[in-house]
Nanobody, 126 residues
């Protein structure tokens, strides 16, 4: 088990901002990859951003590049997703996931992540 807990989901107006947090277990955290994903009913889970926890390298999907920023605080074992200029197409359940352990893989494909948080809901009103 690798418990993850997301927080920060809320309802905002278009153009607004939110910061999501993903708190993880500290064991092995430095050698891991954390990703943020969005799920909308009837659609496939979408990988938005990933971060290599060890060196802080990041990658974003085209849909959020320039608006969202993923970052980490290794002393708090927490990864953040700062979301600015939220758009009507951004609502959904936002989940974080971690890929950890020897030979871990870091991509925006959900299948590369073995442990998931329960998610936090984001709503954007026009």
């Amino acid at each position: 088990q690798w418990p993850l807990v997301e927080s920060g989901g809320d309802s905002v107006q278009a153009g607004g901002s939110l910061r999501l947090s993903c708190a993880a277990s500290p064991y092995g955290y430095g050698s891991s990859c954390v990703g943020w994903f969005r799920q909308v009913p009837g659609k496939a889970r979408e990988g938005l951003a990933i971060i290599w926890v060890g060196d802080g390298d990041t990658e974003y999907s085209d849909a959020v590049k320039g608006r969202f920023t993923i970052s980490r605080n290794t002393t708090k074992n927490t990864v953040y997703l700062q979301m600015n200029n939220l758009k009507p197409e951004d609502p959904g359940k936002y989940s974080c996931a971690i890929s950890v352990g020897e030979g871990y893989v870091c991509t925006r494909r959900s299948g590369t992540f073995g442990y998931w948080g329960p998610g936090t809901q984001v709503t954007v009103s026009p």
